[in-house]
């Protein structure tokens, strides 16, 4: 069977399942639509939780991003998955035991303040939208290059299919679907990493196959990999630091708070019964993401491997361009992939000078995506791979989606402007909302706007600086009052904003960035992406600062921490 | 449920935060120290074909951080337990 026949009906067959999900799990109640009734298993919601949080970015880019960045790479490992530890111990359990819907929410209450619950949801929404944006471009490039339909096509028939479910079934059915679109992402990315592995060293297991030596010699992947790069005139693979050490530490910090700070994966924490299984819930969630987190090293050093010997299979004898492999043939039709025969010796040379180098476009993104292809893995790998993508596009888009509507409807809405609404009318909201917020992400996806690129950074940055210092002096601190917290807040964003503007350009407009993107520029070589800490440590300082100059909060306040801090009685999970 | 007593209460916060404090002191170890801060002098030591520093940075540390969630959340169980404040 050929390969595309192959492809349509893996990603078709992934799809009737989603529906099928869709079906089954429609929400009859505001509770079951936002925190899916608040019973879901703390293992299925690990599951879950896991799916929500591993983006297209995470399946299709990561891979790629530390293929080329060597060692460096490491600062989103640790980033993205440190940040569960902070959510388990200082986030999960107490927003659980708060026991409503929405993250806003909880600001609203704990800093007894309509403003600063305006505050989260403004920050909530940028941060979610910039998300989500990458979560359709991700949706509509893989339809583009797996089912080779267009673009748009690919875009609407992923709002379509996001839109059965979340629609009618909220959190509810969200999370069933993610449950399965885990399933399908997990085996799409680990089983082409056993094959590769075993290819390379005859260890099935990847996470041992990075470290093992290569089949029939007595040298280490990874010295081979250091030696091939360094020969080329790159860094060596495993010692190549990203910028500099202060660089890397912040980055990772950011990423890691950033991570704990992301309303759609606190939200996901409300939908266990008890505090206990929030916390457990944690831990399985970390497992699910470890697993694929753990063999994303492996593919990318083998992937940059595989793709060096590839182009010069024996050191000085370089690849003739006329009989480059299908797979190439294939990318360089994308433009992702472009070579430019430089010397005209009708052979390809790859090398770390831009003057001497033939491979002028290696696009990041195909490495986890060719990678079954490079390997010659077989047809039904390579279609697995497409629909894995897809699964972890519109799962995280999924997510994203509730968040921004449940903040629209029962914060927005509810909460503030038509508090009268019955539970009927809000269901109804949070369906519009969640209507009207599907298709505000199709056509930015559909149509990017300028900043569309730096998003992913605006994302977690607002999320360390803005949310993450509010949720943490909210329960770790009584004499936190709303003046602190509200200023805090916003001097968070400023800051963040500021520097990200400044380097990037103001709404990452080209050219009105007023302090050139070069690390002379950067405050302590900081760059732009890992600039989150430095605002959420500005949040910190000047909750404390305005807090101490303004009256504490009242005694219903204190009883409010008091009771988060204790673990039982959870009010039969806050019904209507 | 909840606490017996006022003394109670604050006895398991301390105790929590106690815990809490040395789970993030090992998190905080093996992610920034062993893998960024004092990641050369690792790299001088093999773990088969890794090298340590390396390793941590893109293996252990992940371990690690998935140990450390369930033996907060197993020990707070206990703790719970202890102050009478679990649900079962």
Redesign the interface.
Known sequence: MDLKTMTYIVVGLSFALYLGIAFWARAGSTKEFYVAGGGIHPVANGMATAADWMSAASFISMAGLIAFMGYGGSVFLMGWTGGYVILAMLLAPYLRKHGKFTVPEFIGDRYYSKIARVVAVICLIICSVTYVIGQMKGVGVAFSRFLEVSYELGLLIGMIIVFFYAVFGGMKGITYTQIAQYCVLIFAYTIPAVFISLNLTGNPIPQLGLGSTMIGSETFLLDRLDQVVTELGFTEYTTNVRLSTTNMFAYTLSLMIGTAGLPHVIIRFFTVPTVKDARSSAGWALVFIAILYTTAPAVAGMARLNLMNTIEPVKGEHLVYEERPQWFVNWEKTGLLQFEDKNGDGRIQYTSDSATNEMVKVDRDILVLANPEIAQLPNWVIALVAAGGLAAALSTAAGLLLAISSAISHDLLKGIMTPDIDEKQELMASRVAMAVAICGAGYLGYNPPDFAAGTVALAFGLAASSIFPALMMGIFSKRINKEGAVAGMIAGITVTLLYVFQHKGIMFIPGTSFLGDTPANWFMGIEPNAFGVVGAVVNFAVAFAVSSMTPAPSKEIEDLVENLRVPTGIEAAHDH | ???KSEDD?KA??KE?ISL?VK??VI?FIV??GC???F??EL?TIR?????LG??F???G???T??C???F??RK??QL?RKYG???A
């Open positions: 449920m909840a606490f209460a398991y916060w929590n809490m789970l993030m998190w992610s920034f893998g960024i801060l990641v050369d790299n773990l088969g074909g890794y090298k390396f390793w940075a893109q293996q540390s992940i371990y951080f998935v450390l969630t369930f907060y959340a707070m169980g719970d404040v679990d649900d």
